[in-house]
């Protein structure tokens, strides 16, 4: 199993979810261009990340000589799909709240740009967090307290640049139509509605796409309840 991240994180963002896949899988946790031990450029752009991801997925697929389970959570969602659609080695694709398509409060992208800008990357990252994820004070302060929180201020500098990708997306006819692999969408029952809707237009956008509903949890239930979330995953693996 192949692991994409979302935004802000890096591959560590997996390390709950890993341990319980482990028990079942042999996971690979890539980190994407900008994020920890990845490089990064100039002038990015979303079909980078899709390059990335079948070019991992190849190679562990060259590696373990087995086809490959992708899985992708948020903005990792979206680079999952488009590395699903351009490489023969996906057998299953997991996509958990894909992101393409979302829009911003009016001056939210503008504010974390400016807070950039000035080297404060601890503002550029909570406005992200509470404009776009809807996270309260009292999540963001626990985040803040958490091992997690470095990474996410390492990761700052990209979250702009993908908000701007997400709100100028538009997705085109038979895009994804290369994606031959039965593909499980992962939707929060208390998700903000913005994610839900993204996540719609992404399963319509799939040929062989089915929604899963975690009712009574979010965003990141594969952190907070880990087990519940691999055991639909199996569930749908076991399917023919």
């Not at 694709?93 to 911003?104: A, R, V």
């Amino acid at each position: 199993m192949v692991l994409v991240h979302g935004s802000l994180g890096d591959h560590t963002a997996w390390a709950v979810p890993v341990a319980e896949l482990a028990k079942y899988f042999t996971t690979f946790a890539l980190d994407r261009r900008g994020f920890g031990a990845s490089g990064d450029g100039e002038n990015y752009d979303i079909e980078q990340d899709f390059e990335d991801v079948a070019a991992v997925v190849d190679v562990v697929a060259e590696r373990t000589g087995r086809s490959v389970t992708l899985w992708g959570h948020s903005y990792g969602a979206n680079s999952a799909m488009g590395g699903a659609n351009l490489s023969s080695k996906v057998d299953r694709l997991i996509l958990y709240e894909p992101s393409l398509g979302l829009t911003y409060p009016a001056g939210s992208i503008e504010a974390a740009e400016a807070a950039l800008a000035v080297g404060d990357r601890e503002t550029a990252v909570v406005r992200i967090l509470v404009d776009v994820l809807e996270m309260s004070e009292e999540e963001v302060d626990a985040l803040r307290s958490s091992p997690r929180w470095p990474n996410l201020l390492a990761g700052a500098h990209t979250g702009p640049r993908e908000c701007r990708i997400e709100e100028s997306w538009s997705y085109e006819p038979g895009q994804f139509d290369d994606i031959a692999a039965p593909t499980l969408m992962l939707s929060g029952g208390d998700s903000p509605e913005p994610l839900v809707e993204a996540t719609r237009r992404a399963g319509e956008a799939i040929p062989n796409a089915r929604i899963h509903i975690l009712e009574g949890h979010s965003h990141f239930a594969h952190r907070t309840h880990p087990e519940m979330v691999v055991t639909v995953i199996r569930d749908f693996l076991s399917q023919g």
